[in-house]
């Protein structure tokens, strides 16, 4: 089953954190549980949300 987005793609502090995680060499970016999750060979930060 899959989980329900959690997260609005126009939130700007989502924009924010989304810079700096991309920024760092070979980060990613996957949704998981319903919120965007940052990586490189392993999470290192989720979003949970600017509320």
Same mark, same amino acid.
């Given at each position: 089953m899959a989980h329900p987005s959690m997260f609005d793609d126009a939130d700007p502090v989502l924009r924010r954190? &989304? /810079?700096l995680?991309? #920024?760092l060499h070979d980060a990613g970016e996957k949704i998981s549980h319903? &919120?965007?999750a940052?990586?490189?060979t392993k999470?290192? /930060?989720y979003y #949970?949300?600017?509320r």
């Open positions: 954190v &989304r /810079a995680a991309l #920024g319903g &919120r965007p940052f990586f490189t999470i290192f /930060a #949970g949300g600017a």
